[in-house]
C-alpha cells in the first residue's frame, strides 16, 4: 500500500517561505515521478510542479515558476517543495501525489497520471 505524508504547510505573512515535505512509502520511490497539486476554498484542484524520477527534470505551473523549487533525495523517499516570496493567492491545501507509471520518459502534470494521493497540509498567505 503507497503512503504520502505530507508537512511543513502553516500560516505566514506575504512574501514569506515555507518548505514542505512528502514522504513515499510502499512503492520504489526513486522509480516514480513526483509531483505537487494544491487546491484553494471553492476552487479545483490545480498542478503545481513536478519532478522526474531521478530528479533532473522539473516542471512548474506558471503561477509559481521562479518562487517555488521542487527537488528530491531518493535515499530519504521524501520530496521537497520550497516555496518563496509567497503570495495570498498561493493559499490552499497542497497535497503530495506519485505518478502513475515508473521511469516516465516526460513529466505529466494532469491529475489523472498520478494514482496515490498524500492527505494534504494547509498553507496560509496573510496579506
Known amino acids: 500500500q503507497v503512503q504520502l505524508v505530507e508537512s511543513g504547510g502553516g500560516l505566514v505573512q506575504a512574501g514569506g517561505s515555507l518548505r514542505l515535505s512528502c514522504v513515499a512509502s510502499g512503492r520504489t520511490f526513486s522509480s516514480y515521478a513526483m509531483a505537487w497539486f494544491r487546491q484553494a476554498p471553492g476552487k479545483e484542484r490545480e498542478f503545481v510542479t513536478a519532478i522526474n524520477w531521478n530528479g533532473r527534470s522539473t516542471y512548474y505551473a506558471d503561477s509559481v515558476k521562479g518562487r517555488f523549487t521542487i527537488s528530491r533525495d531518493n535515499a530519504k523517499n521524501t520530496v521537497y517543495l520550497q516555496m518563496n516570496s509567497l503570495r495570498p493567492e498561493d493559499t490552499a491545501v497542497y497535497s503530495c501525489?506519485?505518478?502513475?507509471?515508473?521511469?516516465?520518459?516526460?513529466?505529466?502534470?494532469?491529475?489523472?497520471?498520478?494514482?496515490?494521493w498524500g492527505q494534504g497540509t494547509q498553507v496560509t498567505v496573510s496579506s
Open positions: 501525489a506519485v505518478d502513475r507509471y515508473p521511469r516516465r520518459s516526460y513529466i505529466a502534470s494532469p491529475e489523472y497520471e498520478y494514482d496515490y
